[in-house]
C-alpha cells in the first residue's frame, strides 16, 4: 500500500456531518507567540524571529481532554504557557470560563490560576529539592489562601496524597526519598490542590517507565472522573494520548494541521502528517508489525527559523504537488468534528473555514 | 572471514525468512554462534554501596541476527552493553566474573589494545546521545576517516571519498561537502545518521544500538530504524537493540531478552514472547503499553508497586513483591532462566501456570 492509497482509503471513510458543541471552559482563538532572535552588543537587533506558536485555535469543554501532539519544537510547550501566560502572546485570544486572559493584570491572573493547574515532564527538576514533599503539595492552598487553620492544611494534604496513591506519612519526606512516578504523583497532587477546572499535562508520563506510566495514566483518568476535570494533555506520543484523549490537535512546526475525536483522528486521520505519524509507531505485536507498510518521511524537519513555503509539510509530504509550496492551507471542517489543513484532502476546496 | 551469504535487499523479506528459519530449524551446530556471553557479573562499589547491575547473565547472538534487549530502566540493559565492550567505567564499575565470547575468544581476558581492535572492526557501537559520542571539535569527515585510516590503512583522499560513501549509505544529502561540517551543525536524526555510519564504516560483525533513537521525533525513529535494519541485513551484521520500547522489538528482532533487576527474566523469538509469554514481568510490561493495534481500552492493567532499588534487591525472585503469582518458594529461592518449550527460556517458578493464563488472556 502506498502513501497515497493509505490516504485514499482513509480519505474515503469520510461521511455526512453537522456540527454541535456544548460551551468551551477554555478558547484559544488565533494565538500567536513569537520569539525575536536578536544579535548585537549594544543595540540589540532582531535578526529572524521563530513562529513557535502561529495561528492556532482549540476548544476544550468542561471534563474533556484535549491531546496536543506533534514532533519537538512544534509549539506545544509555548502554547501551553502561553494558556497560563508564562509566555507572551503576540496576538490572539484565550478565554477561560468566558473571560479574556490575554492582557489580564497579572493579580487579576493569579485568581484565574487557581483553577488551571500544571504539571511538567520532569520529575526530578519541577519539585524543590528543599521543600518538604507536603509542603509541595500544598503550596497552592497557601498561596490562594485555601486552608482555613494549620490543621486544616495538614488534612487537606494527607487527603491530597492518598487520592494520588501516597501515604499520607510521606509528607515528611524530601523529593529526593521519592522514586520518579512517585514525584510525578506529588506533581499531580499539587496540581489539583486549589480544586481547578483545567490540568495542563506537558509530557507528564513521557519520562517514567511503562508499568509506572501506566499507573500515573490511570489515576490521571479517576481523577478526572471524580473531579470533572478538563486536561491539556501534550505528549509526542500518540498512542498514549489515544488512551486519555476525547479530542486530540496535532501540531506542526507552529500550526495545527489537524483536529479530531480521538475515535475519527486514529481510524480516519486526513492530514498526511497525521497518517504518518501514526504509521511510525511500531506495535507491540510481531506479527502485525512484520506485515504492515508503513509511510516512511523523507527528508529531516526544517529549520524553524526558515520554515517552508505554503505549506509547512510540503518538503517531507509525500503526496505534495506543486500547489503546497505557494498556498497556505487553513484548517476547515471536513467531517463533524474534524478538521485538516490540507489543500488535497477530500472536500477542502469546497468547504469554509 | 566467515561472512554469512548476503540476504536478499528487500528487508521485511529478508527478516521473516529468518524468523521462519529461527522457529522451525536448530541453529546450526558446527558453527559456534558470533557472540557468547556467559554468566556476566558486573558490579558498581559506590560510597552508598556495592549494586550489581547486572547478576548472571547468558545469552547468544548468532551471525546475521538481530536480538532485541527491553526492559525498565536501571535494569541493566546499557552495563550489559558496556561489559561487552569493556566500556564499564572503572571505578566504580567492575567486571566480577563471567566470559564474552566473540567468535571464541574471550575479550574479557583481552589486552587494551587487542579490545581497541575489535571495537574498531568487529564490534560498533551506537549509542543513546549523539551528541556525547560525537567530538564537538572534530569536523564530521575527521571522525568518520579516523576509523577508516586506523583499522583499514585508508589514506587521504581515499578515506575521504569512503567517508562521503558512507554519507550517502545513510541518507546525508550532498555528502562531500557535509564532511567538513561540525556535530552542532547537523540535526538530532542527521547526527543518528553519522554514528551509524561511524559504526559501520569498518563493516563490524556486531552492531550494537544502546537507545538509538529514543532522543529522536517518532517519524525520523521509524527513517533511522529503517535505515539500521537495512543495512545491517545488507551487510550481514548481527545487531543487538536496546530499548524499553516493546513496539521497535517487535517490528526488528528475531529473538529477545527481557531484563528486570539486572538479570534476564524471559528470553525466546519475538513470536513466543509476545504472544505466549510465560513470565509475570513480561505480562506486566505488554499490559502496560497502549498500543495502536488494540480497540483504546479505558484503563491499563499496569505491575503494581515500583522498580526496586538496585542497591537492595527483595530475597529470592526480584520481582516477587510486584508479582500476582508469587508463592512462598519464590521468597526463599532465585528462580534460573530455564528452557521453556522450544527455544523460550524464562526464570519463574510459576511460569507454568502464568503461561496457561496468559494464553487465555491473549487469544
Ligand atoms: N524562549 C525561547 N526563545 C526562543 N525560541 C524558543 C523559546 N522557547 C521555545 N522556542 C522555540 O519555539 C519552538 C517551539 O518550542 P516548544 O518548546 O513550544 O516546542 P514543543 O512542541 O513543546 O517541543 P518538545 O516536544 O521538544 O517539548 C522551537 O523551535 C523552540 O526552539
Ligand atoms: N557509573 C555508574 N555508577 C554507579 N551505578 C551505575 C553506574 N552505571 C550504571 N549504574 C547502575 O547500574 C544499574 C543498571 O544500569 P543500566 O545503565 O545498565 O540500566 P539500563 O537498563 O540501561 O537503564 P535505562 O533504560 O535507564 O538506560 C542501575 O541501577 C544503575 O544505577
Ligand atoms: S497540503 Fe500538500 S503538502 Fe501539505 S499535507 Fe496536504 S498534500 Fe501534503
Ligand atoms: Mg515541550
Ligand atoms: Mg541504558
Same mark, same amino acid.
Given at each position: 500500500?502506498?502513501?497515497?492509497?493509505?490516504?485514499?482509503?482513509?480519505?474515503?471513510?469520510?461521511?455526512?456531518?453537522?456540527?454541535?458543541?456544548?460551551?468551551?471552559?477554555?478558547?484559544?482563538?488565533?494565538?500567536?507567540?513569537?520569539?525575536?532572535?536578536?544579535?548585537?552588543?549594544?543595540?540589540?537587533?532582531?535578526?529572524?524571529?521563530?513562529?513557535?506558536?502561529?495561528?492556532? +485555535?482549540?476548544? *476544550?469543554?468542561?471534563?474533556?481532554?484535549?491531546? !496536543?501532539?506533534?514532533? +519537538?519544537? +512544534?509549539?506545544?510547550?509555548?502554547?501551553?504557557?502561553?494558556?497560563?501566560?508564562?509566555?507572551?502572546?503576540?496576538?490572539?485570544?484565550?478565554?477561560?470560563?468566558?473571560?479574556?486572559?490575554?492582557?489580564?493584570?497579572?493579580?487579576?491572573?493569579?485568581?484565574?490560576?487557581?483553577?488551571?493547574?500544571?504539571?511538567?515532564?520532569?520529575?526530578?527538576?519541577?519539585?524543590?529539592?528543599?521543600?518538604?514533599?507536603?509542603?509541595?503539595?500544598?503550596?497552592?492552598?497557601?498561596?490562594?489562601?485555601?486552608?482555613?487553620?494549620?490543621?486544616?492544611?495538614?488534612?487537606?494534604?494527607?487527603?491530597?496524597?492518598? *487520592?494520588?496513591?501516597?501515604?499520607?506519612?510521606?509528607?515528611?519526606?524530601?523529593?529526593?526519598?521519592?522514586?520518579?512516578?512517585?514525584?510525578?504523583?506529588?506533581?499531580?497532587?499539587?496540581?489539583?490542590?486549589?480544586?481547578?477546572?483545567?490540568?495542563?499535562?506537558?509530557?507528564?508520563?513521557?519520562?517514567?517507565?511503562?508499568?509506572?506510566?501506566?499507573?500515573?495514566?490511570?489515576?490521571?483518568?479517576? !481523577?478526572?472522573?471524580?473531579?470533572?476535570?478538563?486536561?491539556?494533555?501534550?505528549?509526542?506520543?500518540?498512542?498514549?494520548?489515544?488512551? *486519555?484523549?476525547?479530542?486530540?490537535?496535532?501540531?506542526?512546526?507552529?500550526?495545527?494541521?489537524?483536529?479530531?475525536? +480521538?475515535?475519527?483522528?486514529?481510524?480516519?486521520?486526513?492530514?498526511?502528517?497525521?497518517?504518518?505519524?501514526?504509521?511510525?509507531?511500531?506495535?507491540?505485536?510481531?506479527?502485525?508489525?512484520?506485515?504492515?507498510?508503513?509511510?516512511?518521511?523523507?527528508?529531516?524537519?526544517?529549520?524553524?527559523?526558515?520554515?517552508?513555503?505554503?505549506?509547512?509539510?510540503?518538503?517531507?509530504?509525500?503526496?505534495?504537488?506543486?500547489?503546497?509550496?505557494?498556498?497556505?492551507?487553513?484548517?476547515?471542517?471536513?467531517?463533524?468534528?474534524?478538521?485538516?489543513?490540507?489543500?488535497?484532502?477530500?472536500?477542502?476546496?469546497?468547504?469554509?473555514? | 572471514? @566467515?561472512?554469512?551469504?548476503?540476504?536478499?535487499?528487500?528487508?521485511?523479506?529478508?527478516?521473516?525468512? @529468518?524468523?521462519?528459519?529461527?522457529? =522451525?530449524?536448530?541453529?546450526?551446530?558446527?558453527?559456534?554462534?558470533?557472540?557468547?556471553?556467559?554468566?556476566?557479573?558486573?558490579?558498581?562499589?559506590?560510597?552508598?554501596?556495592?549494586?550489581?547491575?547486572?547478576?548472571?547473565?547468558?545469552?547468544?547472538?548468532?551471525?546475521?541476527?538481530?536480538?532485541?534487549?527491553?526492559?525498565?530502566?536501571?535494569?541493566?540493559?546499557?552495563?550489559?552493553?558496556?561489559?561487552?565492550?569493556?566500556?564499564?567505567?572503572?571505578?566504580?564499575?567492575?567486571?566480577?566474573?563471567?566470559?564474552?565470547?566473540?567468535?571464541?575468544?574471550?575479550?574479557?581476558?583481552?589486552?587494551?589494545?587487542?579490545?581497541?581492535?575489535?571495537?574498531?572492526?568487529?564490534?560498533?557501537?551506537?549509542?543513546?546521545?549523539?551528541?556525547?559520542?560525537?567530538?564537538?571539535?572534530?569536523?564530521?569527515?575527521?571522525?568518520?576517516?579516523?576509523?577508516?585510516?586506523?583499522?583499514?590503512?585508508?589514506?587521504?583522499?581515499? &578515506?575521504?571519498?569512503?567517508?562521503?560513501?558512507?554519507?550517502?549509505?545513510?541518507?546525508?544529502?550532498?555528502?562531500?561537502?557535509?564532511?567538513?561540517?561540525?556535530?552542532?551543525?547537523?540535526?538530532?536524526?542527521?547526527?543518528?545518521?553519522?554514528?551509524?555510519?561511524?559504526?559501520?564504516?569498518?563493516?563490524?560483525?556486531?552492531?550494537?544500538?544502546?537507545?538509538?533513537?529514543?532522543?529522536?521525533?517518532?517519524?525520523?525513529? &521509524?527513517?533511522?530504524?529503517?535505515?539500521?535494519?537495512?543495512?545491517?541485513?545488507?551487510?550481514?551484521?548481527?545487531?543487538?537493540?536496546?530499548?524499553? @520500547?516493546?513496539?521497535?522489538?517487535?517490528?526488528?528482532?528475531?529473538?529477545?531478552?527481557?531484563?528486570?533487576?539486572?538479570?534476564?527474566?524471559?528470553?525466546?523469538?519475538?513470536?513466543?514472547?509476545?504472544?505466549? /509469554? &510465560?513470565?509475570?514481568?513480561?505480562?506486566?510490561?505488554? @499490559?502496560?503499553?497502549?498500543?495502536?493495534?488494540?480497540?483504546?481500552?479505558?484503563?491499563?492493567?499496569?505491575?503494581?508497586?515500583?522498580?526496586?532499588?538496585?542497591?537492595?534487591?527483595?530475597?529470592?525472585?526480584?520481582?516477587? /513483591?510486584?508479582?500476582?503469582?508469587? =508463592?512462598?518458594?519464590?521468597?526463599?529461592?532465585?528462580?534460573?532462566?530455564?528452557?521453556?518449550?522450544?527455544?523460550?527460556?524464562?526464570?519463574?517458578?510459576?511460569?507454568?501456570?502464568?503461561?496457561?493464563?496468559?494464553?487465555?488472556?491473549?487469544?
Amino acid at each position: 500500500m502506498t502513501a497515497s492509497t493509505a490516504l485514499q482509503e482513509s480519505w474515503s471513510k469520510l461521511g455526512k456531518f453537522a456540527p454541535t458543541l456544548p460551551e468551551p471552559l477554555l478558547s484559544v482563538r488565533d494565538l500567536n507567540v513569537h520569539f525575536p532572535i536578536r544579535r548585537g552588543f549594544v543595540i540589540q537587533r532582531e535578526v529572524a524571529r521563530v513562529r513557535a506558536v502561529d495561528g492556532i +485555535s482549540f476548544d *476544550i469543554r468542561p471534563g474533556e481532554t484535549l491531546g !496536543l501532539v506533534g514532533e +519537538s519544537g +512544534s509549539g506545544k510547550t509555548t502554547a501551553a504557557k502561553a494558556v497560563i501566560q508564562l509566555s507572551k502572546p503576540r496576538s490572539g485570544s484565550i478565554k477561560f470560563e468566558g473571560q479574556e486572559l490575554v492582557g489580564l493584570s497579572t493579580s487579576a491572573m493569579r485568581s484565574v490560576r487557581r483553577k488551571m493547574g500544571m504539571v511538567f515532564q520532569d520529575p526530578y527538576g519541577s519539585l524543590n529539592p528543599r521543600m518538604r514533599a507536603g509542603d509541595i503539595v500544598g503550596e497552592p492552598l497557601k498561596v490562594h489562601g485555601l486552608a482555613t487553620s494549620r490543621d486544616d492544611y495538614r488534612s487537606q494534604i494527607a487527603s491530597l496524597l492518598s *487520592i494520588v496513591g501516597l501515604a499520607p506519612a510521606m509528607a515528611e519526606r524530601y523529593p529526593n526519598e521519592f522514586s520518579g512516578g512517585q514525584r510525578q504523583r506529588l506533581g499531580v497532587a499539587r496540581a489539583i490542590a486549589a480544586k481547578p477546572s483545567l490540568l495542563i499535562l506537558d509530557e507528564a508520563v513521557s519520562a517514567l517507565d511503562v508499568s509506572i506510566q501506566a499507573q500515573i495514566l490511570n489515576l490521571l483518568q479517576d !481523577l478526572q472522573e471524580q473531579y470533572d476535570l478538563a486536561y491539556l494533555f501534550i505528549a509526542h506520543d500518540l498512542s498514549v494520548v489515544r488512551h *486519555i484523549a476525547d479530542r486530540v490537535a496535532v501540531m506542526y512546526m507552529g500550526r495545527i494541521v489537524e483536529t479530531a475525536n +480521538s475515535a475519527d483522528l486514529y481510524t480516519r486521520p486526513l492530514h498526511p502528517y497525521t497518517q504518518a505519524l501514526l504509521s511510525a509507531i511500531p506495535t507491540p505485536n510481531p506479527i502485525h508489525e512484520r506485515s504492515r507498510e508503513r509511510i516512511i518521511l523523507k527528508g529531516d524537519l526544517p529549520s524553524p527559523l526558515a520554515p517552508p513555503s505554503g505549506c509547512r509539510f510540503h518538503t517531507r509530504c509525500p503526496i505534495a504537488t506543486d500547489v503546497c509550496s505557494m498556498t497556505v492551507p487553513e484548517l476547515r471542517s471536513l467531517a463533524p468534528d474534524q478538521r485538516a489543513a490540507c489543500l488535497l484532502a477530500p472536500g477542502y476546496a469546497e468547504s469554509a473555514i | 572471514m @566467515n561472512r554469512l551469504p548476503l540476504p536478499p535487499n528487500e528487508p521485511g523479506a529478508a527478516r521473516t525468512k @529468518n524468523a521462519d528459519a529461527l522457529m =522451525t530449524e536448530d541453529p546450526p551446530t558446527s558453527s559456534p554462534p558470533l557472540l557468547q556471553v556467559r554468566d556476566l557479573r558486573t558490579s558498581f562499589h559506590t560510597p552508598h554501596g556495592d549494586i550489581t547491575a547486572v547478576a548472571g547473565v547468558s545469552f547468544d547472538v548468532a551471525y546475521g541476527e538481530t536480538l532485541g534487549i527491553v526492559g525498565e530502566s536501571g535494569c541493566g540493559k546499557s552495563v550489559t552493553a558496556l561489559s561487552i565492550m569493556r566500556l564499564v567505567p572503572n571505578p566504580p564499575g567492575v567486571i566480577e566474573s563471567g566470559e564474552v565470547l566473540f567468535e571464541g575468544a574471550d575479550l574479557l581476558k583481552f589486552s587494551d589494545k587487542e579490545m581497541e581492535a575489535v571495537r574498531g572492526d568487529g564490534i560498533g557501537m551506537i549509542f543513546q546521545e549523539p551528541m556525547s559520542s560525537l567530538n564537538p571539535v572534530l569536523s564530521i569527515g575527521r571522525q568518520i576517516t579516523e576509523p577508516l585510516e586506523v583499522h583499514l590503512g585508508l589514506k587521504g583522499n581515499r &578515506a575521504r571519498s569512503r567517508a562521503a560513501e558512507l554519507l550517502d549509505m545513510v541518507g546525508i544529502a550532498d555528502s562531500r561537502r557535509r564532511l567538513d561540517d561540525y556535530p552542532h551543525m547537523l540535526s538530532g536524526g542527521q547526527r543518528q545518521r553519522v554514528m551509524i555510519a561511524i559504526a559501520l564504516s569498518c563493516e563490524p560483525k556486531l552492531l550494537i544500538a544502546d537507545e538509538a533513537t529514543t532522543a529522536l521525533d517518532v517519524t525520523i525513529q &521509524a527513517q533511522i530504524l529503517e535505515l539500521m535494519k537495512n543495512l545491517t541485513s545488507q551487510l550481514g551484521t548481527a545487531l543487538v537493540i536496546i530499548t524499553h @520500547n516493546l513496539g521497535i522489538i517487535a517490528r526488528y528482532a528475531d529473538r529477545l531478552n527481557v531484563m528486570y533487576a539486572g538479570m534476564i527474566r524471559e528470553s525466546g523469538t519475538a513470536e513466543q514472547v509476545y504472544m505466549t /509469554p &510465560a513470565h509475570p514481568y513480561t505480562i506486566g510490561l505488554l @499490559n502496560s503499553v497502549p498500543r495502536l493495534d488494540r480497540p483504546a481500552s479505558d484503563r491499563f492493567d499496569p505491575i503494581p508497586g515500583e522498580i526496586p532499588d538496585p542497591g537492595n534487591l527483595p530475597s529470592g525472585c526480584a520481582f516477587r /513483591p510486584r508479582c500476582r503469582w508469587a =508463592t512462598g518458594r519464590c521468597e526463599g529461592t532465585e528462580p534460573v532462566l530455564e528452557p521453556f518449550g522450544d527455544r523460550q527460556k524464562v526464570a519463574c517458578f510459576e511460569s507454568g501456570a502464568v503461561a496457561r493464563s496468559s494464553q487465555v488472556a491473549w487469544t
